[in-house]
């Protein structure tokens, strides 16, 4: 995170590496981040959604979406890579596409939502 005056770096937060198991795997954060008052939510290539505390860069919450899922028709989705728009959050939800399959990355079919417990 940088300074918006001065451009100084406030924090950093490396990735945790792959599992050498996962096929396609990148710990690389090239999707748009999200900023909400005080976290910063970042999709990466392998598959995980994490949200980073604003003052400090640490991980405050961490879902990988590189699984099954069961949808709400019935048919099985699979998440993958998440690459591109970044996570949408709108009406206290936040929203994710999962699934990157172009340039080697992990490909998968699902739009995940996510509301506060």
Same mark, same amino acid.
């Given at each position: 995170?940088?300074?918006?005056? &001065?451009?100084?770096?406030?924090?950093?937060? @490396?990735?945790?590496?792959?599992? @050498?198991?996962?096929?396609?795997?990148?710990?690389?954060?090239?999707?748009?981040?999200?900023?909400?008052? *005080?976290?910063?939510? !970042?999709?990466?290539? &392998? $598959?995980?959604?994490?949200?980073? !505390? %604003?003052? &400090? /860069?640490?991980?405050?919450? &961490?879902?990988?979406?590189?699984? @099954?899922?069961?949808?709400? =028709?019935?048919? !099985? /989705?699979? /998440?993958?890579?998440? =690459?591109?728009? *970044? %996570?949408?959050?709108?009406? $206290?939800?936040?929203?994710?596409? !999962? *699934?990157?399959?172009?340039? $080697?990355?992990?490909? $998968?079919?699902?739009?995940?939502?996510?509301?506060? @417990?």
């Amino acid at each position: 995170a940088l300074q918006l005056a &001065d451009g100084k770096q406030m924090w950093r937060a @490396e990735p945790p590496l792959c599992p @050498e198991t996962r096929k396609g795997c990148s710990p690389a954060q090239s999707a748009a981040v999200t900023v909400i008052p *005080g976290v910063v939510f !970042s999709g990466s290539l &392998d $598959g995980h959604l994490r949200a980073y !505390s %604003t003052a &400090d /860069g640490r991980v405050i919450w &961490d879902f990988d979406t590189a699984r @099954e899922f069961t949808t709400v =028709n019935g048919v !099985s /989705g699979h /998440g993958g890579a998440i =690459n591109g728009p *970044g %996570t949408t959050a709108a009406g $206290g939800m936040l929203f994710v596409n !999962s *699934g990157y399959g172009f340039l $080697g990355q992990m490909p $998968g079919n699902v739009l995940l939502a996510f509301a506060p @417990e």
